[in-house]
């Protein structure tokens, strides 16, 4: 039995049957890992979440940003971007058996010494604390406030962790935590806006100096190995052996990266417009 952990899929089906070809992945007896966004941006999304939702008794998967953004389309209360490539899912026919199906889904999962979630873990945050706050969304997720979560979930502030956020806007915080965080400051304070390698240029005269939030050498988890995905720009690049990225692009013309937890081996297929190239 072997465990192993896959990045971010984006609807590249192609470049995962690659992957656990090469890997002589067998269900009956390995289990797939996944670090989410397994829909948005890629050709084949549907065939996607069917594919890993008939292995779902061999799969460990959290929900990323674009699982979430799928299900507040889904829920009506978000407009599809142009980029989108949702509409085979919505317009399906096991549409609901799927969409629920990824409502159960956590946001963090902690299993042979590894802690799997799709963005990070803050600074000021240990595994226990990210655990924790990761169950009050999944717990609302599942709940009929479901809906009203999936509208406000959206939007950049507050920028950081208080104990004394309440309600949806505290909800929204661990959201963009878990999911959609890249640079943040030692204390936690988000930019949302930079993607690439390097941070945006920060306002003349800001002194709040953002760093990847892996970089942080004070951060509570900084013993803990961490799984995670979101940053394709950084091609699985983090120069800290306990954070492991695993989003090296494929929906981008990159590449679908597997990590063995048993080995530390990683295992990659280039891709090419979501489709495997040997």
């Not at 240029?201 to 004070?218: A, I, N, R, T, Y």
Request: aromatic residues 8%; neutral net charge; hydrophobic residues 35%.
């Amino acid at each position: 039995m072997a465990t192993y952990a896959v990045g971010d899929i984006q609807g590249c089906l192609q470049p995962l049957k690659c992957l656990l070809k090469r890997v002589d992945f067998n269900p009956d007896r390995d289990v797939l890992w996944s670090v989410g966004d397994i829909v948005n941006r890629g050709p084949k999304c549907l065939k996607t979440l069917r594919f890993l939702y008939d292995m779902r008794d061999n799969l460990v998967m959290v929900l990323g940003n674009h699982d979430l953004h799928l299900l507040a389309v889904a829920a009506g209360v978000r407009t599809p971007s142009p980029s989108d490539t949702l509409g085979k899912i919505l317009a399906a026919p096991d549409r609901d058996k799927l969409l629920n199906w990824l409502t159960h889904r956590p946001l963090l999962h902690y299993e042979h010494g590894y802690t799997m979630v799709h963005a990070g873990i803050p600074p000021q945050w240990s595994v226990e604390d990210a655990m924790r706050y990761a169950w009050e969304v999944e717990e609302v997720l599942q709940s009929p406030d479901c809906v009203e979560f999936l509208r406000t979930m959206y939007g950049n502030e507050p920028a950081v962790w208080s104990d004394d956020l309440t309600g949806m806007v505290r909800l929204r915080v661990i959201t963009n935590y878990l999911t959609r965080m890249r640079y943040c400051t030692k204390k936690g304070v988000l930019d949302l806006v930079s993607k690439g390698p390097s941070p945006n240029p920060q306002p003349e005269g800001d002194s709040k100096k953002v760093s990847p939030w892996f970089s942080h050498k004070e951060r509570k988890s900084a013993n803990e190995r961490i799984i995670f995905g979101h940053w394709a720009s950084i091609e699985g690049h983090t120069d800290s052996p306990n954070s492991i990225a695993l989003d090296t692009g494929c929906v981008w013309g990159g590449a679908m990266t597997l990590f063995n937890l048993d080995t530390g081996e990683l295992t990659s297929c280039r891709c090419k417009g979501g489709r495997a190239r040997e």
